[in-house]
């Protein structure tokens, strides 16, 4: 794959340059790339460590897929298996363009399935080798006929639809990927139900929050729920986890995750959390909930606070289209909900705050205005596993508290 940086708006790229100086451009090459290994986090619950791995062993050879399938070395729950590339493929064959999201799976082990198809060269028939592009920009019109000189070229693969039947789809694979810059084997809903695929920083956070079992737990801003159904695993399935979403779909797929999971300690609610101490809210759910579940200050042993961010720190991600305002805004909602964090959490309790994005202000700067306008919050040194890096200077924070704090840059 040629050299690529994310692309991001120029008064963001400006801003985050204020904190990160030359490295900027090194972070933002590294944010085009998968990460160095894909890990899977096992459903303890329902299986170990080492049976998965052999399960993945086998899997992996089913399909003809060669690569290590290791434990790892920190962290008693996770499987890595390591990313193999940049590789050295040539792009020879008749073009197809996808969508910048759909490329973006392809980096991850996916295949290419119809609807992420923007456009290909005439005379495509189903059994041909093609050669993959991303237009970061999107601006191939859906079924355009032409190459596109400027695209990203990601690898190889094999059609498995004519060219027409492609536009027509709206379902199905239309490319099998055979030759890929980037080698990560294609998992999605493979043994999905003892295992789920999870960026180790995302691990990290459970871990770290650290619930005990009979606990009262809850997850702020939960969907797609991974981390609570991570934390509920930790708790061996007892005391109660509450996971909370805006979006009733988001709940709901929240509510089959866990189920397929054997996870009945959670419950997945539909509730704006910038409003959980209203009135309304202080006095639980409304009957037709048919829980036990009221939102009352002091009330909760543990608190995972993962807000909606800007999403910077994502990978691999080729454009992003994020303004400057978005950049502020997410930063003044997320500490509205770390007011009703502090609030909810019980003396003594704990609170993890976490983010997906590499922007300071929402994450050392936020937790710099916690421990100033919230005194009853404290930062506490972080227990294993810590596999990231302390805190950015120059964020209101001081020596020992940057150590308190652990930042992944790409």
Do not use: W
């Not at 399938?69 to 996808?98: A, C, K, M, N």
């Not at 639980?284 to 995972?304: R, V, Y």
């Not at 929402?362 to 421990?371: G, K, R, S």
Request: one cysteine or more; proline letters at 6%.
């Amino acid at each position: 794959m040629q050299s690529t940086h994310l692309e991001l708006q120029p008064d963001v790229k400006s801003h985050l340059g204020k904190y990160y100086g030359a490295k900027l451009e090194d972070i933002l090459h590294a944010l085009t790339q998968p990460p160095s290994c894909t890990s899977i986090r096992v459903n303890t619950f329902k299986i170990s460590r080492d049976e998965l791995i052999g399960k993945l062993r086998n899997y992996l050879s089913s399909i003809h897929f060669e690569a290590e399938v290791l434990p790892h070395p920190e962290i008693s729950d996770v499987i890595i298996i390591p990313t193999r590339g940049p590789l050295t493929v040539h792009s020879t064959f008749p073009q197809v363009i996808v969508d910048a999201k759909c490329g973006q799976a392809v980096l991850m082990g996916s295949h290419i399935f119809a609807p992420g198809v923007l456009g290909a060269e005439p005379g495509i028939n189903s059994g041909d080798m093609v050669s993959v592009v991303v237009d970061i920009n999107n601006s191939t019109l859906k079924g355009d006929l032409n190459r596109l000189p400027t695209a990203v070229f990601i690898g190889n693969g094999i059609s498995q639809m004519g060219r027409s039947i492609i536009f027509r789809s709206e379902t199905g694979i239309a490319i099998k990927m055979k030759d890929r810059i980037y080698q990560n084997p294609p998992l999605n809903g493979v043994l999905d139900d003892i295992m789920f695929l999870q960026h180790l920083p995302s691990i990290v956070v459970a871990h770290q929050l650290n619930p005990q079992p009979g606990q009262r737990v809850l997850d702020m801003c939960a969907a797609p729920g991974g981390k609570t159904i991570h934390v509920a695993t930790l708790m061996q399935n007892t005391g109660k986890v509450i996971a909370l979403d805006k979006s009733k779909s988001k709940v709901k797929q929240m509510s089959n995750l866990a189920k397929k999971h054997g996870l009945t300690c959670i419950t997945a609610v539909c509730r704006d959390s910038t409003k959980l101490l209203t009135a309304k809210d202080m006095h639980g759910l409304a009957d037709s909930d048919n829980i036990d579940l009221e939102f009352q200050e002091n009330s909760f042993d543990c608190i995972l606070l993962d807000p909606p961010c800007t999403g910077l720190g994502q990978r691999p991600r080729m454009k992003e289209m994020i303004s400057i305002v978005d950049v502020h805004s997410a930063s003044l909602y997320q500490r509205k909900l770390m007011h009703v964090a502090c609030s909810l959490l019980k003396p003594g309790g704990t609170l993890v705050y976490s983010t997906c994005t590499i922007n300071p202000e929402e994450n050392e700067e936020n937790v710099h205005y916690a421990l100033t306008a919230l005194p009853q919050l404290s930062l506490v040194q972080q227990g294993s596993p810590f596999l990231g890096e302390i805190g950015l200077d120059g964020c209101g924070l001081s020596e020992e508290q940057r150590k308190c704090v652990q930042r992944f840059d790409p």
